[in-house]
Nanobody
Framework: QVQLVESGGGLVQAGGSLRLSCAAS????????MGWSRQAPGKERESVAT???????NYADSLKGRFTISRDNGKNTVYLQMNSLKPEDTAVYYC???????????WGQGTQVTVSS
């Protein structure tokens, strides 16, 4: 089992920045990939960024250059730094962890990000 707790969401003006955190606990040594997805009202959930246990990152094409995913292994925490935020970035952001050996994906509870124009 893996537990994920997100934090760092909130209200920010367009052009501002936020950093989301996702603290993992439980069987963290089994995690292969961690990532962030988001879901805006009335839209499907979409992938934002991923980071492997080896540190390889991947981003949605539309977010490259503005969002950065990173991890602190000592704190078992993954971060999403979001810069130059736009109103269309408004969504609930979810952290997830993929464990390939069990083919399970664990999800956090989500954190709301609202960008005002």
């Amino acid at each position: 089992q893996v537990q994920l707790v997100e934090s760092g969401g909130g209200l920010v003006q367009a052009g501002g920045s936020l950093r989301l955190s996702c603290a993992a606990s439980g069987s963290i040594d089994r995690i292969n990939i961690m990532g962030w997805s988001r879901q805006a009202p009335g839209k499907e959930r979409e992938s934002v960024a991923t980071i492997t246990s080896g540190g390889t990152t991947n981003y949605a094409d539309s977010l490259k250059g503005r969002f950065t995913i990173s991890r602190d292994n000592g704190k078992n925490t993954v971060y999403l730094q979001m810069n130059s935020l736009k109103p269309e970035d408004t969504a609930v952001y979810y952290c997830y962890a993929l464990v390939r050996s069990s083919r399970l994906t664990y999800w956090g509870q989500g954190t709301q990000v609202t960008v005002s124009s």
